[in-house]
């Protein structure tokens, strides 16, 4: 149970430092608009799972190349998120588009649809 508060809280704090990384100090321009919105991390702390979403233009290739961008940054990221936490061992960082907004969307879209069916065949 110990260990589970931690694994949130380094999780919640990773967040938190990438957010200000990536605001602040990556200037590769393919990471500019990149929100993290989750992070998960091992129980070892020796690996995150970061997900990630664009605020601006989401499409193929905008999410190809801020992957991309991320990657290549990601040493740099290590480096600093290791010092900020003042961990014994920087996790390893692994970053995964986030398509939950998308599903979201396609979601309510498929329900408006459903949702106008029967009034259009009440109507007939």
Do not use: C, W
């Amino acid at each position: 149970m110990k260990d589970d508060k931690r694994t949130a809280r380094v999780a919640a704090r990773i967040q938190e430092e990438l957010s200000s990384l990536l605001l602040r100090q990556v200037q590769d321009p393919r990471v500019r608009g990149a929100l993290v919105t989750s992070v998960s991390v091992t129980p070892d702390l020796l690996d995150a799972r970061i997900r990630v979403r664009l605020s601006t233009g989401d499409d193929a290739a905008a999410r190809k190349a801020l992957l991309a961008g991320l990657n290549s940054a990601s040493g740099l990221l290590r480096r600093e998120l290791g010092q900020r936490l003042a961990l014994r061992h920087a996790p390893r960082l692994a970053f995964h588009y986030d398509e939950s907004a998308e599903k979201t969307r396609r979601i309510e879209e498929v329900l408006a649809e459903i949702e106008k069916e029967p009034k259009a065949q009440d109507d007939e």
